[in-house]
């Protein structure tokens, strides 16, 4: 929300680079209108999930930290049967394992209310805390992340604002780009009192974190809901996303491994779950056995263990550290304890390594507490210039206006920034579809009914 030409520092330009500042300045301003608040959104709850591990053993410390007596843990089993007891009425979904001595497990458990997470003190047994899986604090901040406790329209939502984030740093580096000015460059003109310097401030944070915030909607729309699942599908096909081939030799059930995990990695949450095959007379292994397996295979602490389904379900075992080369995932059948699919990180092809990773820089996971800060100051950037984009345009706009920035005089300059719209609409469908709705309502609503064109003047 920019103004290209500050009052102040205003070299000459020519009529049709002028008409091209205004309409980039317009599009920037309606992107910015829209996204503000989603923007703001997404920077807070980012900024929480950053450190939710922290916060886990901190703030939640009385249900994830535990003593460590020195002595061998449990077996699963048993504290899968303690979880059971606190639950009444319910069935075991999967065990997760202590990512090291201090940590508790947890059991996932299901009743007719829906799944409970139960955590327990893996040497006595004890059941620490036990509350519903929707209600866990970091669960609820990465659904509000991304819209997805609200629906699939609010999602969606969140996936145009992704496609508008790339746009408003593209936009937002035209308008910033230096042409004559001394001022608002690098350096904030005038005082907070004048609109300059909260353009100033605007334009410089832009710039600065302009890439950080590409790094961070780049790397974000793999987990949207269409464009996510496209591109995994894409890249499977292709044979560039998890190794398909490692599926051909075993029976294939109908599920994803989204359904029968908590937390898959983007890579295979769509990959079909194997089947298990009996051979009668033929037992279940049962969990102790199934956890042993995995271990036994050098899974990474902290893995978890979904139990089978049915009868022809399997015991998945999936782990996905900060560390990307220990990412692990591990179908077992479960009567011949025979891991049916074993699948690690430098088995995935280059797209699909490509997306880890930049989901792990997402998260803040890839360079520890160095990575975590860089993604909090692009969050606090966002923040930034969020609320100087809101000051700048209430001190502009004409009271009891909008104040959109004019319509360019040469009105030849769209069919360029129309090519663009398409561009992006056939990369990013979703922003591609606002983007219409954007113009199509600028062009053929507000310029066409007096009223609004005066009120969005």
């Known amino acids: 929300m920019s103004n290209p030409v500050p009052a102040d520092a205003a070299p000459a330009v020519s009529p049709a680079r002028l008409s091209l500042q205004r309409a980039i300045w317009r599009w920037h301003f309606y992107a910015g209108l829209l996204s503000v608040p989603f923007m703001v959104l997404l920077a807070v709850t980012g900024s929480i999930y950053l450190f939710k591990d922290e916060i886990n053993t901190t703030i939640f410390a009385h249900r994830t930290v535990v003593a460590d007596p020195g002595t061998p843990a449990l077996a699963p089993s048993v504290l899968a049967a303690n979880a059971l007891a606190a639950v009444p009425g319910s069935t075991l979904v999967s065990f997760i394992d202590p990512v090291t001595r201090a940590s508790s497990a947890v059991v996932t458990a299901r009743d007719a209310a829906g799944r409970h997470l139960v955590y327990l003190d893996p040497y006595t047994g004890t059941v620490l805390d036990t509350l519903r899986s929707d209600r866990e604090p970091m669960w609820l901040v990465r659904k509000i992340h991304s819209l997805e ?79 996510g699942r496209t591109l995994n599908s894409v890249a499977t096909q292709a044979g560039v996303g998890y190794p398909a081939q490692l599926w051909d030799d075993v029976p294939l059930s109908t599920l994803p491994t989204e359904a029968v995990l908590s937390k898959p990695g983007w890579t295979v949450e769509n990959a079909p779950v194997p089947m298990s095959t009996a051979a009668a007379p033929a037992e279940p292994i049962g969990l102790d056995r199934a956890v042993a397996v995995a271990r036994g295979l050098g899974i990474t602490p902290g893995f978890e263990m979904a139990v089978p389904g049915d009868e022809t379900g399997v015991y998945t ?141």
């Not at 004559?180 to 600065?208: E, I, K, M, N, Y």
């Not at 996905?320 to 049916?340: M, N, V, W």
């Not at 360029?416 to 954007?438: H, N, Q, R």
Request: aromatic content about 10%; hydrophobic content about 55%.
């Open 317 to 457: 075992a999936a782990v996905y550290p900060h560390d990307l080369s220990k990412q692990r995932l591990i179908h077992i059948d479960q009567y011949s304890a025979r891991p049916l699919v074993d699948l690690s990180f430098p088995d995935y092809g280059a797209v699909g390594k490509a997306i880890e990773f930049g989901i792990n820089v997402h998260m803040g996971q890839e360079w520890g507490l160095a990575n975590q800060l860089l993604m909090l100051a692009a969050c606090l950037a966002i923040i930034l210039a969020s609320v100087s984009a809101l000051v700048m345009w209430w001190k502009r706009r004409p009271a009891g206006k909008v104040g959109v920035p004019p319509y360019p005089a040469d009105p030849r300059v769209y069919r360029a920034l129309w090519a663009v719209a398409v561009a992006l609409g056939l990369a990013f469908p979703i922003t591609g579809l606002a983007i219409l709705a954007m113009v199509g309502f600028d062009l053929l609503v507000i310029r066409a009914v007096p009223p609004l064109r005066r009120a969005f003047a």
């Open 149 to 227: 406790l609200f629906g699939t329209i609010a999602n969606r939502l969140i996936e145009a604002v992704g496609g508008f984030a790339i746009i408003l740093v593209m936009t937002g580096i035209y308008l910033w780009w230096p042409r004559g000015q001394s001022g608002g460059v690098v350096t904030l003109r005038g005082s907070p009192a004048r609109r300059v310097w909260w353009r100033d401030l605007h334009a410089v944070t832009g710039a600065v974190a302009g890439v950080l915030i590409l790094v961070l909607a780049a790397s974000g729309l793999p987990w949207s809901g269409f464009w």
